[in-house]
């Protein structure tokens, strides 16, 4: 088994990505550096520079990863700052903010992981979950946005699914599927 | 005259602090280096990581500059993100987040300032200015969140004062005064 480091210090992260890349045969150690979110556009350019922060000061193979979730009559917003914004106003502040708005309620959640190896080559991966927002708070699972996010074809938000429906459409499962596609490679 | 940079890619923020620190024999040369913006808790943090950025990079003495408004109610969202918000929701999107608050409608803008001396001795400075936000947008003066921003003991939105009126309150006039006051000692 090869050692593969996650920078994180969210332990669910930690667990679900470890699972995962058991299957490529990678042992994933996490390791709970800290490193700077940028504030971007996008979170391809959050995760680009916390690999050039984490590159100059870490000297094994590692992983990041970064999530948000996008709402498309919010002008993507909260996007990069999903979790800022979740502690500061919520869903109920989402909800408040598509008050009157019956229809256009498209989001898309969002997971980057940059992979860089041990020659310190770096790989982006990017993995999404379309869908809509409802019009309350329903289901008591999962955390974050989960209770007013319902995925496309779906009548059932994120926080009413158990774990294993969840991780059927969920982002980062899709951006974790796509690392471990080019891993085995 | 003493040179002084004002690291910054904005003009009007350009103008004004040149215009203040002419006052202390400064010659403010804007410079737009660009610098990362770190994801924060406080201006005082987006603001030092920003000069540890630049003095790896920049060996003049420079300043600059971070703003934003706090509303209590929304647990102080915006904040550091105030801009990025801005250009997303709006003041629209700021009005029905209190939708249905009456009373507690309380916020701050603030500004903080760090200047890096010839020595590379880093001093910040900030300035506040308190008021609430009022119930629709009015007035069409000033930029970003001035329309729906009333200052204390006030009954006019920033929006609807000249630059000299809103300047007696402005949150980057205080802490430009205190920057000031330290040159100046």
Known sequence: ????????????????????????????????????EVQ?????????????????????????????????NLNDFPGVYSADVFYKIGCKGILKLLDGIKKDRGACFKSVIAYVNSDK????????CFGHI????????????DPVFIPKCENKTFAEMTVDEKNRFSHRGNSLDRLLGFIKE
């Open 1 to 36: 088994m090869k050692d593969l480091y996650f920078i994180t210090s969210n332990k669910g992260k930690y667990k679900e990505v470890a699972n995962k890349l058991i299957e490529a045969d990678f042992k994933v150690i996490q390791k709970n550096l800290g490193y700077p």
């Open 40 to 72: 971007a556009n996008s979170l391809e350019d959050v995760v680009n520079f916390g690999v050039s922060y984490i590159l100059e000061r870490f000297h094994k193979p590692f992983i990041i990863e970064d999530a948000g979730i996008f709402i498309k």
């Open 134 to 145: 409802g019009f309350e708070e329903v289901g008591d699972n999962g955390f974050g946005y």
């Open 121 to 128: 080559q770096i790989h982006v991966f990017a993995g999404e």
